[in-house]
């Protein structure tokens, strides 16, 4: 029987950018085991793993990618004059938003209205990778220094995957001295925030706390990853670079649009698959940049901005979202 979504707040402080996110337990959760993830404090339950047709050929999976439009439209009326609540006074008519923002569960705590100047599109799973470009025609009003930033592929990998490999096979490359069993995840939330940051995990179903080396050099790659993983990565990779290459196309004619792609947090248990999906997209975007087009193709590092940063500064979700929104200012 299908359970009813938690009322546990996986967030544990927001501020003017971020609001409460609650655990989501739909079809696609695997409850029995809880992982780290780099948009909650708290663990959450893990995804069970699917194939692509699976999720094309399901009831949901059809009616979320017939409610794009909906969503499109929204962000149309935000690109054009709409009324924006959270900066209104004296129902005042706001400026038209000179930039689009497309997401994913990835920005799941993000407040849409604390953007002045962006308009949020979510495309979140199970609407697939690929299906906006044909949405975007219908944006013939961008400004022509507007921006795209596109973060999508985090939903889909962790669909895809459900479990990473060395977790689904007890494979730890390395154990911290330090760790300890425990019969259940019963840590503090400072204590949970502490290992989200540091890349401390508790795994629920093994019971151990793990922590991986940050040069993992002298690991067997398919200790990390497994071949089915890799396929997995690569596939997600492929669809964001078609999808960017086919938005590009589209508006090739703008002069100075572009099309920001922006990074996932290298955090939590699937930091390796992350940090495999980060490289070769980016690669692929060095790979194919056309510099006679007006419109490029761009990479905004957001988690290269976390690796450089102080820990405290952030081992939140809202603040880590805070550093993308401060240091961007574009992103407003």
Not at 8 to 37: A, F, G, P, R
């Amino acid at each position: 029987m299908l359970e009813m979504p938690s009322q546990i707040n996986v967030l544990t402080e927001t501020s003017y950018l971020t609001h409460k996110v609650y655990q989501d337990i739909n079809e696609w959760t695997n409850v029995k085991t809880k992982l780290v993830m780099p948009n909650a404090d708290l663990v959450v339950p893990a995804k069970k793993r699917i194939t692509v047709e699976e999720i094309e050929n399901s009831t949901s999976g059809i009616t979320a990618n017939k409610e794009i439009r909906k969503k499109f439209n929204k962000a149309i009326k935000k690109l054009t004059k709409t009324e924006n609540a959270s900066v209104l006074l004296v129902h005042q008519e706001c400026e038209p938003m000179r930039d689009l923002l497309i997401v994913d569960s990835l920005f799941n705590a993000l407040k849409e209205d604390a953007l002045m100047k962006t308009a949020v599109i979510r495309v979140e799973f199970p609407i697939k990778i690929g299906s906006i470009t044909k949405h975007l025609i219908r944006l013939d009003l961008l400004h022509q220094q507007s921006t795209i930033f596109y973060a999508l592929g985090y939903d889909w990998l962790i669909h895809l995957i459900g479990i990473p490999h060395h977790i689904r096979l007890d494979k730890i490359p390395y154990i911290d001295q330090t760790a300890r069993k425990s019969s259940a995840v019963s840590d503090s939330e400072s204590e949970t925030r502490s290992r989200c940051a540091s890349h401390e995990h508790p795994v629920t179903h093994t019971h151990v706390l793990h922590k991986f080396p940050t040069n993992i050099t002298n690991f067997e790659k398919h200790v990390l990853i497994s071949k089915k993983d890799e396929d997995a990565i690569n596939e997600v990779s492929s669809w964001v670079i078609d999808e960017m290459l086919q938005i590009q196309d589209l508006i090739r004619d703008k002069r100075d649009i572009k099309i920001m792609f922006i990074t996932i947090p290298e955090i939590g248990d699937f930091t390796n698959v992350f940090k495999q999906f980060n490289d070769l997209t980016k690669n692929k975007i060095s790979d194919v940049k056309r510099n006679d087009l007006h419109c490029s193709l761009e990479i905004l590092d957001w988690n290269e901005m976390i690796s450089k940063e102080n820990k405290k500064r952030v081992e939140t979700v809202d603040r880590r979202l805070r550093l993308l929104y401060e240091n961007c200012e574009f992103l407003q």
